[in-house]
């Protein structure tokens, strides 16, 4: 997998290079560098953690692979492109030699199976293509949801479904953008644009009304407030059942609201 992997970053590199533009505007050398992103966290992801064995060198692997997603979702330079996939093709050789030599890697666990909705599938699918990080934050959440057995705690839950949204605005709405806005303003004890002045940025650039952005925005209010609320929540021995069930439904409510602002950022099931 790592070997195909590589043969798509060669690939890109090449189209790349062929480009006489000093921007990458081409439609398709961006859906090869997000396809190529989208193998590498779906596909390749588990054995390069398997062989790096060192969660740094993962998480800046990583951030490396998320980048290239970044940059296909704008008219960024041919130069950054070209820097990035080179340090990218130089990884992804190390990894390809490497899977000559390391230990054959145990079987898989096997995996108790979900039952998606419609429309968690259809976010899934979307995220998955796009975002592969926001679609293991947001799958995490549904499996945690589904299986609760032995949970006495949802804080991890909230936080995986809000680090979806999170990563999804900051893909579609880069804080060098947002804060370009004649409105925008830095909000108190904020180090950036919030998740509110994204989805205002993200509904604005595709002309949606005043009412229709505010709706989106408040939904994010909910969402943090209710995310908040989880992560403060304290509980004692004798009241611990109530509260995870306390809990589990606050995260059900506000998974309601996320839903429907990442159907609205995403553009899912609307006219083209």
Not at 155 to 167: I, K, Q, V
């Amino acid at each position: 997998m790592i070997a195909d992997l590589l043969d798509q970053l060669k690939g890109l590199a090449s189209d790349i290079r062929k480009g006489k533009a000093v921007n990458v505007n081409s439609k398709s050398i961006k859906e090869a560098a997000v396809a190529a992103g989208s193998h590498y966290f779906k596909e390749c992801r588990a054995e390069a953690l398997q062989i790096l064995n060192d969660g740094q060198a993962l998480a800046d692997l990583d951030e490396d692979w998320q980048r290239l997603i970044r940059l296909a979702h704008g008219n960024n330079s041919k130069k950054s492109y070209l820097s990035l996939v080179k340090s990218l093709l130089k990884k992804t050789t190390d990894l390809t030699v490497a899977t000559h030599v390391y230990l054959t890697p145990p079987a898989p666990s096997r995996a108790t199976k979900i039952g998606y909705s419609q429309a968690e599938e259809i976010l899934l699918a979307t995220l998955d293509s796009l975002i592969p990080t926001a679609a293991q934050s947001y799958r995490q959440g549904l499996h945690d949801l589904s299986f609760q057995d032995n949970r006495f705690s949802y804080r991890g839950t909230a936080s995986e479904f809000r680090e979806a949204l999170r990563e999804t605005l900051d893909i579609l709405a880069p804080d060098e953008d947002v804060t370009k806005q004649t409105w925008f303003k830095q909000e108190p004890n904020c180090h950036g644009p919030t998740m509110k002045q994204k989805v205002r940025f993200i509904l604005a650039s595709r002309g949606k009304n005043r009412t229709q952005r505010l709706a989106a925005e408040k939904s994010v209010d909910v969402i943090e407030s209710l995310c908040g609320e989880v992560a403060r929540a304290v509980y004692d021995r004798a009241s611990l059942s109530t509260h995870v069930q306390t809990t589990k439904n606050e995260v059900i409510q506000m998974k309601r609201y996320l839903d429907a602002v990442l159907f609205d950022v995403l553009e899912i099931g609307q006219a083209q």
